[in-house]
């Protein structure tokens, strides 16, 4: 049972441009919620982080947006760079659990 | 680089072998992860260990099991390997055993390619 979802694999954009990678949740208990890129052959790498009591945090040209009634997060990058190219996995807990649970993950291709 | 160290980085082993992963978390770090990557999956947590001592259980197979020694490294064993066995596996680390309001990152390490033959 899939509690993170994101239900785009793939997601080409343009230099400059702005990236929109979306993500949806089932367990309305998750309160916290991550983003983590990862480059081929490395380790997911922490980028940007909301806690349910916000709706937008921003963080340089990354910001994720929460809509709490809808189960959905998004990551905005603007404007995409070339080296933004990876998988972009969502991630998601709740107060009191010990673990994250994580999306199948978006490769973000940005083309120079 | 996180922090977390894993070895080995690379393993091919036969079927019905078994292995050990090892894993160093990130220095002040109590709590070890580790998670699964098949092929086109998402990451799945596999258990989760804080200061010793197990505090959390995922779709780890009974074939597998771990620890987390008194200097906090920790270790995963594949045990009666099988070819859907093959996956890279993470380990992951941070400083807490729960979430707490802020939040809980997690902090990976480069993983562990692990190939049934």
């Known amino acids: 049972d899939q509690q993170v979802k994101q239900n785009s694999p793939s997601l080409s954009v343009q230099e400059g441009r702005i990236s929109i990678l979306n993500c949806d949740y089932t367990?309305?208990?998750?309160?916290?919620f991550l983003w983590y890129k990862k480059y081929p052959a490395e380790g997911p790498t922490f980028l940007i982080s909301i806690s349910s009591i916000k709706d937008k945090n921003e963080d340089g040209r990354f910001t994720v947006f929460l809509n709490k009634s809808a189960k959905h997060l998004s990551l905005h990058i603007v404007p995409s760079q070339p080296g933004d190219s990876a998988v972009y996995f969502c991630?998601?807990?709740?107060?009191?659990?010990?673990?994250?649970?994580f999306g199948t993950g978006t490769r973000l291709t940005v083309i120079p | 680089d996180s922090g977390v160290t894993q070895t080995p980085k690379h393993l091919i082993t036969a079927t019905g072998q078994r292995v050990t992963l090892r894993c160093s978390p990130r220095?002040?770090?109590?709590?070890v992860y580790w998670y699964q990557q098949s092929l086109d999956q998402g990451l799945q947590f596999l258990i989760q260990y804080y200061n010793g001592e197990e505090r959390a259980k995922g779709n780890i197979l009974e074939r597998f099991s771990a620890q987390q020694f008194p200097d906090l490294h920790s270790e995963l064993n594949l045990s009666s390997l099988e070819l859907g066995d093959s996956a890279l596996y993470f380990c992951?680390?941070?400083?807490?055993?729960?979430?707490?309001?802020?939040?809980?990152?997690?902090?990976f390490g480069e993983g562990s390619w692990l190939t049934v033959v």
């Open positions: 367990n309305s208990m998750f309160d916290y």
């Open positions: 992951a680390s941070s400083a807490e055993g729960t979430n707490y309001p802020s939040g809980n990152t997690i902090y």
């Open positions: 991630a998601a807990s709740q107060t009191g659990a010990n673990n994250l649970f």
């Open positions: 220095s002040g770090d109590l709590s």
